[in-house]
């Protein structure tokens, strides 16, 4: 009862969700809530279950093109659950899910502990690298990642690494059936504190040289048709600087697409489509969005 009341104080309705999202853009959550706790999200759970009300998990929104028609239901942004604790004798870091990836980047490398040098320049939270099995510079989560504590219908439980069926980008996770809440990740401690340090710069000077921060985006928007680079064969279309509304395909890496102002999802969905069918037609290649696409769209294709 306690929890329902404390729920209803903290739950918003309809809120613009274009701010939480790295792209910028995005219609308005029917409900909304930060939950700080894991019993203030299996509060707002259970209130949206009862209610038939559809629940979207949101971490730092860097992955997502939420529709100008917002989301119905309830939507979760777990940014609020922070703290991560790192085990001295063990090398574990206990995670919590907002808790920002280049923070956590960082504090690894100045303890000298070795594994999320890869990690710097992902602009996501723990709970989304989780989910997303975000990965750059060879590295990846499932690298380290041992186990995962999750919100299901059935209550709080624990996932090992191999319950998650990571592969490329994707986990089981991404059916949206279960709330990330914490994680424990294994890195390697007792290296040379400099030596972890300069890596993790390197990376991050490496990716701020190649890849556009200055303009809103969603990272790399295609999954790469391994062996091939989604970028190259958009960048051999001729599709740099391609532009529909607002919405451009980046000069710097033909994979990212920018909001350059006030570009709307369905002009970044317009475009992603344009790129699609561009690629399809010179390649035979279809290349499939990495970006997560939430809410209702009037597709193009
Ligand atoms: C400039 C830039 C560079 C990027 N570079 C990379 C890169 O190098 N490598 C890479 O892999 N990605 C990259 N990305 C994409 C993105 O940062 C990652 O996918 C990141 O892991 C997403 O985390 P997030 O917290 O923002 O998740 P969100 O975008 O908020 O969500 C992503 C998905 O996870 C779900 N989700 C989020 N939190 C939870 C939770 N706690 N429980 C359950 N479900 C949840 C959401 O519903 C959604 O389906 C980049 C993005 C940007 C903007």
Redesign the pocket.
Known sequence: MTGAVSLLETLQQAVPLAGFT?FRVGGLAQFYDEPASVEAIATAWQWARLADFPV?????????LISDRGLPGLVLN?RRLQGATFDLATGCVEVA?GEP?PRLAWAAARQGWSGLEWAV?????L???V??N???QGGCMADILQSVQVITDQGLETWSREQLQYDY?HSV??T?H????SAQLQLQPGFERSQVLTTTSTNFRQRKRT?P?HLP????VFRNPEPQKAGRLIEACGLKGYQIGDAQVSELHANFILNCGAARAQDILSLIRHVQGTVGDHFGVNLHPEV?LLGEFQDVI
């Open positions: 790295s979207t998990f949101l971490g730092a929104g860097s992955n997502l777990l899910a990836i320049g992902i602009p996501g939270t709970g989304g690298a989910v997303m975000a990965g750059a980008r996770l991404q949206g279960a709330c990330v809440v890849q921060y985006n969603c990272g790399s997560k």
